[in-house]
Every structure is written in structure tokens, then in C-alpha cells.
């Protein structure tokens, strides 16, 4: 099969590689679509090497969608023709963590004898015609949601899992810090959730995308200080709930002075490491906000794929770009640049399952 291969931290390979095997409560999936997730850039050009991958050569990618073409051992739940969407995620199942369903947090993070899998970060991934995954780490397709839009289950999945984090209150009003595809969705849940208001931050051109795209109101805070913009536009009290989407190192100090008394904060976005911020720590606990935490998708993605296919949730129309595998380093490169009016782009290893979404 075809794969992307990672030979060295900035190179990649389009290589032929034997197809894997499944094992034991695994299948093996024939990978119909890839969207590009934003970790994606960074783990292609050796920001994590060591870690995210720990060692080459290493085959990345795991927001993925396809058809199971063979089951192994004990994995008769699933059979060939089954469409599934994965996750990254599968924890060993037997952790304190997994136990209560924390799969993403298990302590057995990166010891892949023990049935851990991270795909594409720690465990081969998902950028090849097929792929061996852990039956614990898909779901079925409904009829009507194609293999694309699937692909979105694991961005949506890490905004919802925020948002059921914090809560969202019912005619409320919620700040999102980043209009990116995890922003964007973040922006759609929270008004299906039933936010009276969505505020958008972000600059440049994301400004008016995010308007048009899903929020009330929008601000660049290269040029307004967002915590001003945030209070006028809340008459003083402040946001409801604040998801801070884009991991910039100075927006959780921000969020934290833009929310409301007893609000709440989560913080879903990925920051550099390391960073330090400074927190208005008075403010913090007089005004009993609550600050979260949100890593992953647990739990998610049934809901989400619920949502997509009852049509409240809308994704396809954030899918800006889709390229062959072979073309994987021009996806990766408008992505990862912001180019083209890029919002999400889509990798087909396999033939395309529609050649009209080609752009």
C-alpha cells in the first residue's frame, strides 16, 4: 500500500509499506478520507520529535474515515463493508482513568503492550490506503454522512467535549477565542446547546469568517483589546462562558477577565510549551470562576455523529480542500499557512469518493 511515511523531523516520503494485520479486537480499515488537524504541521515538521513521534520512521494522521475490509480476533461486532469513523484516542481500559471513562488521561499513556494506542502521535496513524485500529477507537457511519464529513467527527468531538466541560447557558453569551474549524464548530454547538450570543476573536480574515460562518458578533483583537470589546458588548458583566480555542499564550489571562461572576472557562486549545501566565488570582476566586481543562474527545463522537447526520450540525461546508495522498505536502502547506481561504483540508489515500468536492 501506499503510505505517508515521516523519515526525519521536516520529511516525508510517499512510500510503499506492506498493509498491516489486524490483531486481537482489532480491524483492518481501508482509509477512504484524512482531514489535516492542526497538530498535524507541527508533528510533520519535528516540533513534538521524541515524543509525537517518538522514533521514525512513523506514518501520522488520525482524524480519519473508512471502510473495514477485515476483523481480527474477537472483534466480531464489526464486519467487511462496515463504515467507521475513528478516534485517536484508545486507552488500555483498566487504569484508574479508563475506568471512569478518561481514556484520553490513561495512565498507560505510550505503552502500547498494554493496549494504549495515540494514533498518528505515538501509534501509526492514519495517512495510508489502510490501517489496523482498535475496535475501542471506532464508530459507525450513518447512512448519508460521507467518509469527508466523517472526518470531522474528531475536531467536533474535542469542541463538544469542551463545551460539556463548562456548560453552556441557555440565552447566554459565549466568548470563542480562535475562529479556526474547532472555534467555527465550537461556535455551532454552542448555539445548538441554545447561547442567546456568540462573540467570535480572532484576526485577520477569520474575523468576518466568523461571522458569516457561525457567530453573532466579531472582533480582531489586533486591533480592539478583547476584554473591553468583550465587557461593552456584555454591558460590564461579561461573558457566560468563555472557550478559548486557539492555545495563544496571552488569551487565559484575557479569559479569565472577560468572563462573568460564577462564569466559566474552558480552555480547549493547544498552547506552546512551555507557558507561563500570569492570572488575575483575586479575581479567580472572588468571583468563583471556573476554569477547565478539556484534552481530546471522549465520550464524543456518537453525539456528534448524531448531530451531523439529523443535520443539526453542519461540517461540510468547512471542507475547503481535498488532495490525493500524493499531494499531501501542497494540503499540508496551504493549511498550515492559512492560504486560499483554507478552513479544513480533507486527504484521499484511496479513490475519492466524490470528485466533484475536488478543489
Request: hydrophobic share 40%; glycine share 12%; aromatic share 6%.
Amino acid at each position: 500500500m501506499h503510505a505517508l511515511v515521516l523519515t526525519k523531523p521536516g520529511a516525508f516520503e510517499i512510500q510503499q509499506v506492506p498493509v498491516p494485520e489486524p490483531g486481537p479486537y482489532e480491524v483492518l480499515c481501508k482509509v477512504q478520507a484524512v482531514a489535516i488537524c492542526g497538530s498535524d504541521p507541527r508533528i510533520v515538521d519535528g516540533t513534538w520529535a521524541g515524543t509525537w513521534p517518538p522514533s521514525y520512521p512513523f506514518i501520522p494522521g488520525h482524524e480519519w474515515a473508512g471502510e473495514i475490509v477485515a476483523v481480527g480476533e474477537n472483534a466480531s461486532s464489526y464486519q467487511p463493508g462496515d463504515r467507521v469513523a475513528g478516534e485517536a484516542h484508545t486507552g488500555c481500559g483498566y487504569c484508574r482513568y479508563c475506568l471512569r471513562g478518561q481514556y484520553n488521561l490513561c495512565e498507560n499513556y505510550g505503552k502500547p503492550e498494554t493496549g494504549h494506542r495515540h494514533y498518528g502521535f505515538v501509534s501509526s496513524g492514519a495517512y495510508a490506503q489502510y490501517g489496523v485500529f482498535s475496535i475501542r477507537s471506532i464508530r459507525k457511519i450513518p447512512s448519508g454522512v460521507s467518509s469527508q464529513e466523517a472526518t470531522m467527527v474528531d475536531t467536533a468531538g474535542v469542541a463538544l467535549h469542551g463545551i460539556e466541560l463548562a456548560g453552556i447557558t441557555p440565552g447566554g453569551t459565549v466568548v470563542v477565542i480562535g475562529a479556526g474549524p474547532i472555534g467555527i464548530i465550537t461556535m455551532r454547538l454552542a448555539r445548538i446547546l441554545g447561547a442567546g450570543k456568540i462573540i467570535a476573536i480572532d484576526t485577520g480574515d477569520r474575523v468576518a469568517g466568523a461571522v458569516r460562518l457561525a457567530a453573532d458578533i466579531a472582533f480582531d483583537f489586533a486591533k480592539e483589546d478583547s476584554v473591553k470589546t468583550v465587557l461593552a458588548a456584555t454591558n460590564g458583566l461579561g461573558a457566560d462562558e468563555v472557550c478559548e480555542c486557539s492555545g495563544a499564550p496571552e488569551t487565559f489571562a484575557q479569559s479569565v477577565k472577560m468572563v462573568r461572576k460564577g462564569g466559566r472557562v474552558s480552555l480547549i486549545g493547544i498552547p506552546p510549551d512551555p507557558i507561563v501566565t500570569d492570572l488575575p488570582f483575586n479575581r479567580i476566586v472572588l468571583s468563583e470562576i471556573a476554569i477547565f481543562g478539556s484534552r481530546a474527545n471522549p465520550n464524543v463522537t456518537d453525539k456528534v455523529l448524531a448531530l451531523i447526520s439529523s443535520g443539526s450540525l453542519v461540517v461540510k461546508d468547512l471542507i475547503t480542500h481535498v488532495f490525493p495522498l500524493k499531494d499531501f505536502g501542497k494540503g499540508v502547506d496551504i493549511f498550515g499557512k492559512h492560504r486560499d481561504g483554507v478552513i479544513k483540508v480533507v486527504i484521499e489515500p484511496n479513490e475519492p469518493e466524490n470528485l466533484s468536492a475536488r478543489k
